[in-house]
């Protein structure tokens, strides 16, 4: 089945710019959703179909995808950005479509 | 605003079977898939399937075939997630989320606020 790669962790400093990348192969031709999950919370859509924000999510939340590697940028990063973060496909190679998340990225903010 | 509440914690022995509910508002209930998702201690998030609230059709993770029914109720906007033969390693937190509909896409939009359900003798 189709396996999604996230590193364990990120560290960045108040005010950098964070990447957290998800790596699937050929999943640039897969549209992927980020979520964000802050401790004792319920997971949060951050970013949809790749590069889309839902409302009330801030602009410095944007993402890309291209060739086997996705990635979520944080920019100006602030200390309650502090999360983990999923990346999610759908693996629509059988036929049957099932979801599959990455493994999920801890972003700690320095 | 879109809400989906679900039920409270939960203590089962190990055999044992459990019902998580969920139930939507804010929206139109048979308009949107609801996936269920779970976290166990320490673990990342896996997928254990959807309903589509309008018809009942359901698609289960193979992990969790013959292990887990989904069910809904229209007259409440309620869905229902039922797992069987609890084991240790089912001990999570259960989430229900809202996605629309479709097989094959789609964004998990909405999340319930999760349920733990703990499976301790």
């Known amino acids: 089945s189709y396996v999604l790669t996230q590193p364990p962790s990120v560290s960045v400093a108040p005010g950098k710019t964070a990447r957290i990348t998800c790596g699937g192969d050929n999943l640039g031709s897969k549209s992927v959703h980020w979520y964000q999950r802050q401790p004792g919370q319920a997971p949060v859509l951050v970013i949809f179909y790749d590069n889309d924000r839902p409302s009330g999510i801030p602009l410095r939340f944007s993402g890309s995808n291209s060739g086997n590697t996705a990635t979520l940028t944080i920019s100006r990063v602030e200390a309650e950005d502090e999360a983990d973060y999923y990346c999610q496909v759908w693996d629509r190679t059988t036929d049957h479509p099932h979801v599959v998340f990455g493994g999920g990225t801890k972003l700690t903010v320095l | 605003q879109v809400q989906l509440v679900q039920s409270g914690a939960e203590v089962k022995k190990p055999g044992a079977s459990v019902k998580v509910s969920c139930k939507a508002s804010?929206?139109?209930?048979?308009?949107?898939?609801i996936h269920w998702v779970r976290q166990a201690p320490g673990q990342g998030l896996e997928w254990m399937g959807w309903i589509n609230p309008n018809s009942g059709v359901t698609d289960y993770a193979q992990s969790f075939q013959g292990r887990v029914t989904m069910t809904r109720d229209t007259s409440i906007s309620t869905v229902y997630m039922e797992l069987t033969r609890l084991q240790y390693v089912d001990t999570a937190v259960y989430y229900c989320?809202?996605?629309?509909?479709?097989?094959?896409?789609?964004?998990?939009?909405?999340w319930g606020q999760g349920t733990l359900v703990t499976v301790s003798s």
């Open positions: 989320a809202k996605c629309p509909p479709g097989v094959g896409a789609g964004e998990l939009t909405n």
């Open positions: 804010g929206y139109t209930f048979t308009g949107y898939f």
